[in-house]
């Protein structure tokens, strides 16, 4: 493609820091001369552990590899590298954990560069205040929310719009490692702040942000490149090999999207009802068309997570075809012995309502519950997960004990005597804490800006120099 | 009597978020997107039927530049519920692959 002046051209590594990409599509794509290189580097889907205790989903030493890559690659061009939604969840602890990585980059590779970090974690009394004001909103469907919740919270995040990026740029900031962010902000940012259009600036964010995963058939994860203009935008992902069709780059609206059409930002709705998808050659497309209405209050979505308990878990089969046509009663009188026997070793400390005892079968719905529709089951051996939650790890296991003891044995009317009804490869694995997601809200602040604090250094190598924002 | 499955190019399940799961149906050509569309065997009712829901609380689409099918359910648990067992929601398509397609 041939750069013209009024277009802002964009590259995307991959769809999370640390998945990976190919280093030669990356030099592809940085001979296109890009106006900054984004990443996301985060996503609620792994699951609640991540912001509850603070540790990201990606292994350290693979997030170092691709950050790597971008860092040396944007101080070789002087773009601006930004990165949304550090480690995994994007709360302190995570952002604290990337800016250590960056930092032994810095210092192993001699780079130079001014860094913003953008917190996103959110401050309690904040939130309380907020909530009292009446402007914190549920969205549908959502957990019940209220002052005992936000207390509760082992963390809780804001997810930041274009506008603390924006700001972070015009600060001068070279590299930008942002808590948790609306995967799309990350690159709609700069765009916007260079005049393009909202609805192509948030569409073409949209596809950038999961790197090549709108191709046609992705091999591995890797790089997307964009070119933004006035009143259309055009995708392409660096690799030959790799193609983007119309209909590849309409259909990733749908990936993780409750509406294909419109997806809600901060700001306002990307609305993509009248997009336009056209073929420039075998692997180009041409998006146009895409519209952004303005929201009449901004609103920033709040993540959260507390803990539930501590949990052990507990695996086994049965082979027994008596036990296995009977399985549903036998696991009703299992729980029955389960629970008569905590009362016998905790009397009143440990009450009903104190613990928690899931059992999964699978061979018969274990994935998915009660929505199974096949009733019938026709597997010769069953697997049983049993998990047991409890106020600490020591009773969680307990009762876990308790569990697998009673399982072993628990008599069936066909046979007579002592029978071992469950075959244990091993003893119960504690997992420590368990966290749940406990809200699905937005709030209302003053101020874009006013939730995410942003932090200014000048890094030269080892050296680290604190600015004032 | 052909299944959903057999026109379809891809069938998938997905969290959107934590709190919704969502559902694709892509097609490879027009005529087949076209002819699962017309027959009206899958529909709001249909999705609402296979994971027991009422037709209001799932949204639904034809996406006809995607040559794609689109629902979204609320999510039976919460992902990272005690007894939520897909925590990336990415098993629950199964039942919508035998909707049968005249």
């Not at chain 1, 540790?55 to 590899?65: C, E, L, N, Q, W």
């Amino acid at each position: 493609m041939l750069p013209t002046d009024n277009e802002i051209r964009v590259l995307s590594p991959t769809g999370v820091c640390g998945s990976g990409f190919m280093e030669s599509s990356f030099e592809l794509a940085l001979a296109e001369r890009p106006h900054f290189i984004g990443c996301d580097a985060g996503s609620t889907d792994p699951g609640p552990t991540y912001l509850g205790t603070g540790r990201a989903a990606f292994p350290r030493d693979a997030v170092r590899r691709d950050l790597r890559i971008m860092l040396r690659g944007a101080r070789k061009l002087g773009i601006p590298l930004l990165l949304g939604s550090a480690g995994t969840a994007g709360g302190d602890a995570q952002l604290a954990l990337v800016r250590g990585i960056v930092q032994e980059i810095a210092a192993s590779e001699g780079l130079e560069f001014k860094l913003a970090l953008i917190h996103a974690e959110q401050d309690k009394a904040y939130l309380q205040r907020r909530l009292r004001e009446g402007r914190v909103k549920p969205l549908h469907p959502a957990p019940q929310f209220d002052e005992a919740t936000i207390d509760r919270s082992a963390h809780i995040v804001g997810m930041m719009g274009a506008e603390p990026f924006q700001r972070a740029l015009a600060a001068g900031a070279d590299v930008i490692i942002a808590g948790r962010a609306s995967d799309t902000a990350i690159f709609a940012a700069l765009p916007l702040m260079r005049g393009i259009p909202p609805g192509i600036a948030w569409h073409a964010a949209k596809i950038l942000e999961c790197g090549a995963a709108a191709v046609v058939q992705r091999k591995t994860p890797d790089c997307m490149f964009a070119w933004l203009r006035k009143d259309h935008f055009l995708m392409q992902a660096p690799d030959p090999s790799l193609r983007c069709t119309p209909q590849s780059i309409a259909s990733h609206s749908l990936y993780e999207n409750a509406d294909p059409f419109r997806l809600v930002e901060c700001s306002g709705t990307l609305d993509l009802t009248d997009s336009r998808y056209d073929a420039v050659d075998e692997r180009t497309v041409r998006v146009s068309g895409s519209g952004f209405i303005p929201a009449e209050r901004y609103t920033v979505k709040l993540e959260g997570a507390e803990q539930v308990g501590y949990q052990s878990v507990l695996i086994g089969s049965i082979r027994d075809p008596y036990i296995i046509r009977q399985i549903d009663d036998w696991s009703a009188r299992l729980m029955e012995k389960i629970h008569a026997r905590v009362t016998m070793v905790y009397g009143d400390d440990v009450k009903r309502e104190d613990y928690h005892v899931n059992l999964r079968i699978y061979g018969k719905n274990g994935t998915m519950g009660p929505l199974e529709p096949v009733k019938e089951i026709r597997s010769h051996e069953l697997c049983l997960v049993f998990e047991a939650t409890a106020a600490t790890q020591e009773i969680a296991s307990a009762i876990a004990g308790i569990t697998r003891h009673q399982a072993l044995h628990l008599p069936i009317p066909e046979w007579s005597g002592l029978i071992t009804g469950v075959a244990c490869p091993y003893n119960y694995m504690e997992r420590g804490p368990v966290y749940r997601f406990n809200v699905n809200h937005v709030v209302e602040p003053d101020d874009p800006c006013e939730m995410f604090r942003m932090e200014l250094s000048q890094v030269r190598g080892a050296a680290v120099r604190s600015i004032a924002a | 009597m052909t299944t959903l499955a057999e026109l379809a190019r891809l069938i998938r399940s997905k969290n959107a978020g934590p709190f919704e799961l969502t559902f694709d149906i892509m097609f490879d050509d027009e005529a087949t997107y076209e002819r699962v569309k017309r027959s009206g065997a899958l529909s709001r009712e249909v999705v609402a039927t296979c994971y027991g829901l009422e037709p209001e609380e799932v949204k639904f689409f034809y996406c006809d530049r995607a040559l794609a099918i689109k629902a979204s359910i609320p999510r039976p648990y919460f992902q990272g519920d005690l007894r939520d067992s897909d925590g990336h929601g990415g098993q629950q398509y199964a039942p919508l692959m035998d909707i049968e397609i005249r």
